[in-house]
């Protein structure tokens, strides 16, 4: 499917205002590997974007109560770096998170079964903990 120049800005705006771009350890073997996650209180404005983009949708419980249930959409791995690819012109508050995150991607490869270089690793914690600086709280 391709998707209009329409549907990718309205991404870049969702993850831009609702959205995270961060590499987390997850997985059976907690590699590294970049994540996007979209959170939002309405399950089918994430199932529209879900048909769209693919993903992984997860809801949660209510924290409160009287709080409105809570779910995620999460891409990660080869999903995650073709979505940031195709949203990046039109980022404005996540531009240099998905730049960074983009550099991570260009690290992995599948045909690299042997393990990691150690100056490879180094490089990914690094964009990693730029990242994280990136997407601390407050000022």
Not at 36 to 51: A, D, K, W
Not at 79 to 85: G, N
């Amino acid at each position: 499917m391709t998707l209009s120049k329409v549907d990718k800005a309205y991404l870049a705006g969702i993850i831009d205002g609702e959205g995270s771009i961060g590499i987390d350890n997850h997985g059976r073997v907690r590699s590294p590997s970049v994540r996007i996650t979209v959170t939002n209180t309405n399950v089918e404005l994430l199932e529209g974007l879900q048909s769209l983009w693919g993903g992984w949708l997860s809801s949660r419980r209510q924290r409160m109560s009287g709080w409105k249930a809570v779910s995620d959409l999460i891409w990660a791995g080869k999903p995650s770096s073709e979505i940031l690819k195709a949203i990046q012109p039109y980022l404005r508050a996540k531009k240099e998170q998905c730049r960074l995150a983009l550099l991570f991607n260009k690290t992995v490869s599948k045909s690299n079964t042997r393990g990691v270089p150690i100056k490879v690793q180094i490089y990914r914690q690094e964009l990693r903990r730029k990242l994280l600086k990136q997407n601390r709280r407050g000022s």
